[in-house]
């Protein structure tokens, strides 16, 4: 399977995703609600690229079965945007949370991550199809 991709891509989602674990490092540790600002905004900026992406795609710029899978989509999206988000970390709270007998904080949580990184999502694919963007 290695064998089959290409040592850019492998590399670039290495540097990538320790990029985007540092920032999401720093945003959880110096903001408060950081690790929520940290899923949010990598929703929001992978929506914005499968958007920008997908339009590429109808064109015909790209290949449609080429989404994320050229040497810069993917380190953007897995390595980047992969290292920021962190949905496990979020599981781990929720759970502590959950197991506390905070269970409306727990609920609250999960549900803001959720919601907030689905409607960022969804807003990054409308942005990509502003006119006048090109």
């Known amino acids: 399977m290695i064998s089959e991709l290409s040592l850019l891509i492998v590399l670039g989602v290495a540097v990538g995703g320790a990029a985007g674990a540092v ?47 050229g040497p810069v989509a993917t380190t953007l999206a897995l390595g980047v945007l992969g290292g920021l988000s962190t949905f496990a970390t979020v599981s781990l709270r929720v759970a502590q ?20 990184g689905f409607g960022a999502a969804a807003l990054g694919i409308a942005l990509s199809r502003l006119p006048g963007l090109y």
């Not at 945003?27 to 992978?46: K, Q």
């Not at 914005?48 to 109808?58: H, K, P, R, T």
């Not at 409306?104 to 803001?112: C, F, M, S």
């Open 23 to 69: 920032l999401r490092f720093l945003l959880d540790r110096y903001l408060p609600g950081g690790l929520l600002a940290a899923n949010v905004l990598a929703c929001l900026a992978l929506g914005y690229l499968y958007g920008e992406l997908s339009w590429l795609a109808e064109t015909g710029r790209v290949a449609e079965d080429g989404l994320l899978s």
């Open 97 to 116: 949370r959950w197991m506390a007998g905070q269970r409306l904080r727990a609920i609250g949580l999960w549900t803001a991550h959720i919601g907030l």
